[in-house]
């Protein structure tokens, strides 16, 4: 009973999830990418770069690569030396300027764990924080064009490199990812494979024994992870993935 317990709240929480519309992680430049999550349900935007780790980083939402250096009052975000900046252009060719304060929140700076090269900076902020100099993003399937700035080093002064792009927002593909996954094999012995068939960037994932007891628990940031199930007992057990927006449960039975 208390597993058909567990399964059924575990089966009602796995099928809500949040309206988020995403542009996936577009490519501006060699290794520098952007990508924005637009969640209408949350009211909230994540930002996600990455780039050089000894340059800086800067996108411009909405704003076209004809533009040239923006219009006056275009949203600007940076990443230096001084860590993230909340600015805007100043409709001529000199440094945007920064805003009287920031709206974006930054949850991490982090190296790359393949490549110490490498930075990710991910950060948050509402979807309009009504703040004049700050772009309102759109929660609907739209064309997003993005201005960008690659630095010669992490000091905010003339860039090296910048350029456009016209990103999509259409609604992301983690539901569908996180839906597809797949248990090799299933039943197991030993080990076994969760594996996804969509690229997904980071999953959480919890194993729960019928007892509603958790035995495991990891991120995932690859298409496929090994799990040793040598220490757990016969039965049956419950593997739930989770993304920032949406949840998906197998059924799991270890021999």
Same mark, same amino acid.
């Given at each position: 009973?208390?597993f ?16 988020v ?36 980083l800067? #996108? =411009? ?10 219009? @006056?009052?275009?949203? +600007? *975000?940076?990443? /230096?030396s001084n860590?993230?900046?909340?600015r ?6 000199s440094k945007?300027?920064?805003?009287s304060?920031s709206d974006?929140?930054l ?7 393949n ?16 703040d004049?100099n ?18 010669s080093s992490?000091?905010f ?6 350029g456009?792009?016209?990103a999509?927002?259409t609604?992301?593909?983690?539901? #569908? =990812? ?10 197991? @012995?030993?080990?076994? +494979? *969760?594996?996804? /068939? ?5 999953a ?34 419950i ?17």
């Amino acid at each position: 009973m208390k597993f058909k317990t567990l399964l059924v709240a575990l089966l009602i929480t796995s099928y809500s999830f949040s309206q988020v519309w995403s542009t996936g992680e577009v490519t501006l430049t060699g290794a520098f990418t952007v990508q924005f999550d637009v969640d209408q349900t949350n009211n909230l935007v994540t930002l996600r770069m990455t780039g050089p780790q000894d340059r800086y980083l800067a #996108v =411009a939402p909405g704003v076209s690569l004809g533009s040239s250096m923006g219009d @006056s009052g275009d949203d +600007v *975000i940076v990443y /230096n030396s001084n860590g993230l900046q909340d600015r805007h252009m100043t409709g001529s060719n000199s440094k945007p300027s920064l805003d009287s304060s920031s709206d974006w929140t930054l949850v991490s700076s982090d190296d790359l764990p393949n490549d110490p090269n490498e930075r990710r900076v991910i950060a948050t902020r509402v979807i309009n924080s009504g703040d004049s100099n700050d772009f309102i993003f759109p929660t609907n399937q739209t064309a997003l064009p993005i201005l960008w700035a690659l630095g010669s080093s992490l000091s905010f002064n003339k860039h090296q490199n910048k350029g456009g792009v016209v990103a999509q927002l259409t609604l992301s593909n983690e539901k #569908v =990812a996180l839906n597809n996954f797949k248990l090799i094999p299933n039943p197991t @012995s030993d080990i076994f +494979v *969760i594996e996804f /068939n969509n690229p997904i960037e980071t999953a959480k994932l919890n194993v729960f024994d019928v007892m509603g007891k958790l035995v495991y628990e990891d991120q995932i940031n690859s298409k496929s992870k090994v799990i040793s199930t040598n220490l757990w007992p016969s039965g049956f057990y419950i593997v739930k993935v989770e993304a920032s927006t949406y949840s998906h449960i197998k059924r799991l039975v270890k021999n």
